[in-house]
Structures are given as structure tokens and as C-alpha cells.
């Protein structure tokens, strides 16, 4: 089901379904640590949203989780911690983001979940972590690169729990 590559700041992921997709937000969950910045890169009903959702669901969350396509971001509070999501599909220019006063939201005691990174380019954050998707009928496979120390971190502790659910 999961093949992890060798690289030192690249996995690769091979998600069947979505109960992969969970599986794998457990693993994930407790590795972004508060100041992380990760951007989801992908195509409309590649599972952003759903990877979301199930990180939330796996730090236990358990109201809704709408997607912010409308409300451009989404707040929960997790255990002390703000966990920020947000949906830029609907931006005509990347400026959008400052004119909306979004930067604020990037904070040392927050974790910010980006769908749509590429509608705020050079206004967003850099990412510490991206991951990208590639829709595959109902499988998914998943590139998670890091682009800080702090997302190598995470990427090495999450190839290790990884290589120990696929055997
Ligand atoms: P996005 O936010 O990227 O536009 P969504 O998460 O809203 O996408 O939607 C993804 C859709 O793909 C959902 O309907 C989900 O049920 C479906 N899906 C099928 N296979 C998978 C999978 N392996 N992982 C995640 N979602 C999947
Ligand atoms: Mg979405």
C-alpha cells in the first residue's frame, strides 16, 4: 500500500482509499509542531480538504470541518494550539492575501494548512512542508517535501513511523 522513497527531504506516499488517507493524518498529526506552515498542492477533489479533516479529527476534533473555499480560512483551537486553514482557490491575485490581512495569522503558536498556496504566491508564507497530490481514480499518491530544517524534522520522523505501518 505505501512506498516511502529514499530521499532525504522527499516521501512518497501510495494512498488505496480514504481510510489511507486517516491512517497516514495520525501518523502526520502529531508531527506539525506550532509555527509550521504546510501547503496542499493539488487539483479540485484531489483531497486537500479531506487530509484536513482527518488531521483534525486525528488531534480530536470532532465538530464539522468546512472547507474555507468561501471563508478563505477556518479556526480551531486544538489543545492550546491555533490551527489555521485556509482555501485561496477563490483569489483573482496573490495580493488578496494581504489585502485581507492574512499574514497575521502566520504566529509561532499556530499551524497554518494551506489549500491553494500557488492563488497567494510571493504573498504566503514559505512552507515548511508541502505536500502534493496526484489524483489516481480513487487512489491518491502523495509527495511530502520539506523546505525548512523544522519540516526535514518532520518528514524524517514521519518516514520512520511510515516504514513501520508498511512493514
Ligand atoms: P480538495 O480539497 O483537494 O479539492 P476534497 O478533499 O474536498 O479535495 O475532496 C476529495 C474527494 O476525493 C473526496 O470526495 C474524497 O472522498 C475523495 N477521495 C477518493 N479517494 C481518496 C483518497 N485516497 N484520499 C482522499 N480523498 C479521496
Ligand atoms: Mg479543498
Known amino acids: 500500500m ?12 501510495h494512498l488505496a482509499d480514504e481510510l489511507a488517507t486517516a491512517t497516514l493524518a495520525r501518523h502526520l498529526a502529531p508531527l506539525l509542531t506550532p509555527g509550521m506552515v504546510v ?3 493539488g487539483d ?11 488531521l483534525l479529527r486525528a488531534l480530536g476534533h470532532v465538530g464539522p470541518v468546512k472547507s474555507p473555499t468561501y471563508t478563505l480560512v477556518e479556526i480551531y483551537v486544538i ?38 498556496p500557488e492563488k497567494a504566491a510571493g504573498c504566503v508564507p514559505a512552507a ?11 487512489r491518491r499518491t502523495l509527495d511530502v517535501v520539506a523546505g ?3 519540516g526535514r524534522i518532520c518528514l524524517n520522523a514521519l518516514k520512520s513511523g511510515w516504514c513501520d505501518v508498511a512493514g
Open 39 to 41: 501547503w496542499l498542492d
Open 148 to 150: 525548512s530544517e523544522e
Open 128 to 138: 515548511d512542508l508541502v505536500v502534493l497530490f496526484h489524483i489516481l481514480g480513487e
Open 2 to 13: 505505501h512506498s516511502p522513497d529514499d530521499k532525504q527531504s522527499a516521501l512518497t506516499l
Open 79 to 116: 489543545s492550546r494550539i491555533y490551527w489555521y486553514h485556509f482555501d485561496f482557490y477563490r483569489f483573482n491575485f496573490p495580493e488578496e492575501f494581504l489585502d485581507a490581512g492574512l499574514g497575521e495569522y502566520f504566529r509561532d503558536d499556530a499551524v497554518c494548512l494551506v489549500e491553494w
Open 44 to 54: 479540485l477533489g484531489a483531497g486537500k480538504t479531506t487530509l484536513v479533516r482527518a
